[in-house]
């Protein structure tokens, strides 16, 4: 079975730019989240989608966006970006079911923004 | 809101040592889980407790979930070079909470 990927893996965009990061979930997980993670620090909770829609989001402003597909891959959208969003930016998929069997985290987007 | 607090924040080991992690969450968890980064990597999950005071055992690995459902811990006997990394606890919070918040993470060095 396949594994979470995330694309690019790396990105530097200028501050007041919009990224757009991409996951495809891994076969068989229909539900996506997205975290954010800083250096030394755990994985943030940004939003998780299921079904094409959001279903839960956390303490992230209306400027951090995304979309599920029906193949159920997924994207994060970040719009007007500050220098404090450089992070890891983290995609994983998980079974019907939700969180309950665990979560595939892919390898992650280190995002820089100068 | 819910917040998940691990200590300690790093651990310094002797290979063959054994290590210990603890986990304190402000609120009741439905479950609890964790995982492990390797350093340059991203979080494996590694097991998922979910009944009051359960326990268990992956090989040297021992979890635990407090009878109150707002704690845990992991522990590692004989520590391995392999065993090196972040070890991540997370919980969602009440029913229908799809929030997984995790911990800032215990990072275990093992020294050969």
């Known amino acids: 079975e396949t594994g979470v990927t995330q694309s690019p893996t790396h990105l530097i965009k200028t501050r007041g730019q919009q990224v757009t990061l991409r996951c495809s979930s891994q076969s068989g997980h229909n539900t996506v989240s997205w975290y954010q993670q800083a250096l030394g620090q755990g994985p943030q909770f940004i939003f998780q989608?299921?079904?094409?829609?959001?279903?839960g989001r956390g303490n992230f402003p209306p400027r951090f966006s995304g979309l599920q597909f029906p193949n159920y891959s997924s994207e994060l959208n970040v719009n007007a970006l500050e220098l404090d969003d450089s992070a890891l930016y983290l995609c994983?998929?998980?079974?019907?079911?939700?969180?309950?069997?665990?979560?595939?985290f892919g390898s992650g987007t280190r995002l820089t923004v100068v | 809101g819910q917040q998940v607090m691990q200590i300690p924040q790093y651990q310094h080991v002797q290979e063959g040592e054994d290590f210990t992690t603890y986990c304190n969450s402000s609120t009741t968890l439905s479950n609890i889980q964790w995982y492990k980064q390797r350093p340059g990597g991203h979080p494996v999950f590694l097991i998922q407790l979910v009944k009051s005071g359960e326990v268990k055992k992956q090989k040297r690995l021992t979890f635990q979930f407090g009878e109150a459902k707002k704690n845990s811990s992991l522990h590692i006997t004989a520590t391995q070079t392999t065993d090196v990394g972040t070890y991540f606890c997370?919980?969602?919070?009440?029913?229908?909470?799809?929030?997984?918040?995790f911990g800032k993470g215990t990072k275990l060095s093992v020294i050969p």
């Open positions: 994983a998929s998980s079974r019907p079911g939700g969180g309950n069997y665990g979560y595939t």
């Open positions: 997370a919980g969602f919070g009440g029913a229908g909470s799809y929030q997984l918040t």
């Open positions: 989608y299921y079904r094409e829609e959001e279903n």
